[in-house]
């Protein structure tokens, strides 16, 4: 059962604000990030004609390139793109320059100051500037020190600057780094990006819960018995074991994306739609949630690593096998756990978070189980009637479907689910665009509503402190289950809902 496909004509359905005159500043421009997502985005904006025409990105890396091969090295990222539009690539690169930083070296941030005041009278960018760290997390503190102090940062209505994650390795390093970033230059110019965030799906469920009144006042602990939000990756570690190993899925996944989409499910309706009002109510949720025993957090997580799998055709690797990886490694690939947020629209149900690499589908989803009816009057046709669902499909069929019980054909009065879908790329004609390019365009249009502030980056590694703690004094206690690659997880995870009555939904 489906509902109503609309199929509204492309021209004037986007309702894009444009970004000023800038020049957008990459530090690590060598690295995979830019090639992959950060230039493709910015391309993308281009062609929706979001940017201007003063318009300059200026690559920064330690290699010696010269304009012209950081040109090329794009264009070979862009390759079929550029195919279907030339014209435009040409208009594009022209904005493109590069410069060697290496941002530990004063003289090259003074040279670094030089260049941009030149891109700044060949492109008109009027000083507007937003520098980018797409570096390693490490060197986040001397990158905002050294901008900084260069005072290329002074001037907080014309400069800003983008961190990605992961902000922090805990709750005491969060904390220093944002002393250390709020010391370099206001808060309202730091944006500590996550690029779930700025998936459509993501930002309507913001859309969902405010803008229906049906849904709003069945969103709390009345109506709902449990949440189960899920990132899974069919992906190995692949080329970033060296990150991975230091960091392991709590931290590369759990802290940020899924927690964030914790807090945008959760949260309270904002008095109004302006940035600091919605990151005061998902700061509030963070504050509020905690992990389901405190004291004996091994009982509400379970961590997991995969195994060897595939087929004999294409096998896969184990982890310990992949290049870069400690053949005794304990770091985790797969993470589920179960927490609770101590308020009165949620109190007292569980949220179920999972995230892993190598399993059995790539979906990123946000599953809301009603309760069930208090009286059950049919029969069903597969057993019990179901429970009421809403599926928040963030990824990759970016979409919502809801899942009730109708009657089921034939004379008897029994029941059975069915499921009315909405779908972005159906609804709409196009697909979604990706994640960077919302970012980036708010970044520099300096909109803080998708960038995460720094008490909830300290509030989420609070809530995993325990956690953290016990895996660095006592992992023994919080062992890493194996599991085979291609699977749902190891079955200790399963077990863990178990302990509820309660199920994984397999997508």
């Known amino acids: 059962m489906s509902m109503p496909v609309i ?54 890396a330690r290699r010696a390139w010269t304009d012209q091969y950081f040109r090329e090295k794009m264009a070979n990222a862009l390759e079929e793109d550029i195919r279907e539009n030339p014209e435009a690539w040409s208009q594009f690169s022209k904005g493109l320059f590069y410069e060697p930083v290496d941002l530990e070296r004063p003289s090259d941030l003074i040279r670094l100051g030089e260049r941009l005041e030149e891109i700044d009278r060949i492109r008109a960018t009027h000083n507007n500037r937003t520098f980018y760290l797409s570096v390693a997390p490490k060197f986040y503190s001397n990158g905002c020190r050294a901008l900084a102090e260069a005072g290329l940062l002074k001037d907080p209505k014309r400069s800003r600057i983008v961190i990605e994650k992961p902000f922090g390795r805990d709750f005491s390093s969060a904390q220093s780094l944002n002393r250390l970033v709020q010391s370099c230059g206001q808060e309202r110019q730091i944006f500590r990006i996550d690029h779930y965030l700025g998936k459509e799906t993501v930002q309507n469920i913001l859309v969902l819960r405010f803008a229906n009144s049906i849904f709003e006042p069945i969103w709390n602990r009345n109506y709902i018995s449990n949440v189960q939000i899920t990132a899974a990756e069919t992906v190995g570690v692949e080329e970033r074991a060296g990150y991975y190993e230091s960091s392991g899925a709590l931290r590369d996944m759990v802290q940020n994306h899924l927690t964030q989409m914790l807090a945008i499910t959760a949260m309270e309706p904002p ?12 700061a509030k949720v963070l504050q509020a949630a905690r992990i389901a025993n405190e004291i004996e957090p091994w009982k509400c997580c379970v961590r997991g690593q995969y195994e060897k799998g595939g087929s004999k055709e294409s096998p896969l690797l184990a982890y310990r096998e992949e290049s870069g990886v400690n053949p005794n490694s304990t770091t985790e690939t797969y993470v589920a756990m179960k927490l609770f947020i101590d308020n009165w629209r949620w109190q007292g149900v569980p949220f179920y978070i999972r995230t892993g690499k190598r399993l059995a589908k790539r979906v990123s989803e946000v599953v809301l189980t009603f309760r069930e009816a208090p009286v059950h009057l049919f029969d069903a046709a597969g057993g019990s009637p179901t429970s009421n669902q809403l599926v928040l499909r963030i990824q990759p069929d970016e979409g919502a479907e809801f899942r009730f019980e109708v009657k089921s054909p034939g004379s008897g009065m029994r029941s059975r689910p069915v499921e009315m879908e909405f779908s972005y790329d159906q609804s709409f004609g196009e697909p979604s665009d990706e994640g960077y390019v919302r970012l980036l365009a708010d970044a520099m249009l300096g909109d803080p509503t998708l960038f995460t502030r720094s008490d909830e980056v300290e509030a989420a ?40 009555d309660l199920l994984w939904r397999r997508p």
Not at 26 to 48: E, M, N, W
Not at 470 to 484: T, V
């Open 461 to 500: 590694w609070r809530l995993y402190t325990p956690l953290l703690e016990l895996i660095e004094d006592s992992p023994w206690q919080l062992p890493i289950h194996p599991y085979e690659s291609r699977t749902w997880g190891p079955a200790s995870s399963d077990a863990l809902l178990a302990k509820d």
């Open 271 to 282: 008095g109004h739609f302006d940035p600091e009002a919605i990151r005061n109510e998902k």
């Open 7 to 60: 199929n509204p004509l492309r021209v004037g359905l986007r309702q894009e604000r444009v970004v000023a005159p800038q020049c957008l500043v990459i530090f690590g421009a060598s690295g995979d990030l830019t090639h992959r997502k950060l230039v493709p985005a910015l391309f993308q904006l281009f062609k929706q004609r979001r940017l201007p025409s003063e318009f300059a990105l200026l690559g920064c």
